[in-house]
């Protein structure tokens, strides 16, 4: 399963998704809590399902620039 949806819905699309067998890709934010986090994540375990999480702007141009910039010192 993959969720695009808002952030505020992603715990409990996770463990819903978790407690139906199914695995889980995510965009970040994955919670907006760490007690959220934490409930996700033992759903994932619990359910032994895969939950991976992702950023979509990972190489876009800003993204780009910030690392060129720390690499640069």
Do not use: C, W
């Not at 808002?6 to 996770?14: A, D, E, G, K, V």
Request: aromatic share 6%; net charge positive; charged share 25%.
């Amino acid at each position: 399963m993959v969720l695009v949806t808002p952030h505020s819905l992603h715990t409990y699309q996770i463990v819903a998704a978790a407690e139906a067998g199914k695995h889980v890709f995510t965009e970040k934010p994955f919670a907006l809590s760490k007690s959220e986090a934490e409930s996700a994540i033992a759903a994932a375990r619990k359910a032994k399902i895969r939950l991976g999480l992702g950023h979509n702007q990972r190489f876009a141009p800003p993204q780009r620039e910030i690392k060129r910039r720390i690499a640069d010192g």
